[in-house]
């Protein structure tokens, strides 16, 4: 296979439902795709004049084969990349190392002031000598994901005493980020929701954190030692999908915020965003060092018998994220 038998373009709102195609009928992530429930608002962004989102489709055959969405950060010099996909019976022949290629070139043409891209990864089919700065670039975040899969017609929140944490609003969410007072929190200053990252190097950047629908939770608005996000709900393929991410340096912090976020979550999330729907998935992201803590919540709300565990060609028990800033020219 040369690289000229794939080409890439923009994609636009017509080509919606040949993006859907490239996944349909597999059951992609364990049904936490999130690609058909963000497609549509991410082709009108693609479309809008701020210029910020931009999607790209590979097309083999006059066929859509490939999909990637960029969103620029830092007045267009940064480029997350996500929502990556190659069409299942192209997988392990060398297609999406080609594709990645491509789409590299494709932002040195169209796009010569962006020098760097953020990329989120994780190691589910990947040794960890994978994991190099000569292949990913800087290693901004390292995290541990654990995922809760509840049948929502059976489960029961308990109920039990937990210290009250300080919930803000998405005002109070820019300021804070704004200021700086989260730096100390935040290794390499990223931020990271549900496997979507980003840096805020300008406030333009901090609206693309706080636009998501989220709560957050700090222990303290004027002097925060820990913080949470939790990422609301949203359709998958296997009901509802959403993550908590926590930034904390001590044990309790950890347990306070998944504490009030899970309870967040059931008493006030769920009957309003959850309704009808019988499976819901939470996956909970720390750093690898506190995995063991949040064992502590999971045990109060009844939920370690709801653990998933991955099976991956890896054969690891907990699957990571990686956060990497790589520059576009080297």
């Not at 990637?68 to 267009?76: A, K």
């Not at 290693?139 to 995922?147: E, N, Y």
């Not at 300080?166 to 109070?172: F, G």
Request: include cysteine; glycine fraction near 6%.
């Amino acid at each position: 296979m040369t690289d000229s038998e794939i080409s890439i373009r923009q994609a636009t709102k017509e080509d919606f439902q040949g993006i859907i195609d490239i996944t349909k009928g597999e059951y992609l992530w364990m049904g936490l795709d999130y690609i058909p429930f963000a497609l549509k608002n991410w082709l009108e962004e693609g479309e809008s004049e701020d210029g910020k989102r931009h999607n790209i489709v590979f097309i083999l055959n006059e066929e859509i084969v490939g999909f990637e969405s960029f969103y620029f950060l830092n007045n267009g010099e940064t480029a997350i990349r996500f929502g990556f996909r190659v069409k299942t019976d192209l997988r392990g022949k060398g297609y999406g190392r080609t594709m990645i290629k491509l789409q590299l070139d494709y932002l040195r043409e169209h796009f010569p002031k962006t020098m760097h891209t953020i990329s989120s990864i994780p190691d589910i089919a990947m040794p960890d000598s994978a994991f190099t700065p000569e292949k990913f670039g800087e290693r901004l975040v390292k995290g541990v994901v654990k995922l809760i899969r509840l049948d929502l017609k059976t489960y029961k929140m308990p109920e039990f005493e937990m210290k009250q944490l300080t919930q803000l609003n998405k005002e109070q969410f820019f300021t804070i980020i704004q200021d700086g007072r989260l730096q100390q929190l935040t290794p390499n200053n990223c931020f990271h929701q549900t496997w979507v990252s980003s840096v805020p190097y300008v406030d333009d950047d901090i609206q693309f954190i706080v636009r998501k629908q989220c709560t957050v939770f700090v222990d303290d608005f004027e002097k925060p030692g820990s913080f949470s996000i939790l990422s609301h709900p949203i359709p998958v393929p296997f009901g509802r999908r959403c993550g908590i991410d926590v930034w904390a340096a001590a044990k309790q912090d950890v347990v306070d915020h998944i504490n009030n976020q899970l309870r967040n979550l059931f008493v006030n999330l769920v009957p309003a965003l959850c309704a009808g729907c019988d499976n819901l998935s939470i996956q909970i992201t720390v750093p690898p060092e506190q995995l063991s803590w949040m064992d502590e919540s999971l045990e109060l709300f009844g939920l370690k018998e709801s653990i998933y565990h991955f099976e991956t060609p890896m054969n690891r028990e907990n699957l990571h994220m990686y956060v990497y800033r790589d520059k576009l020219y080297k």
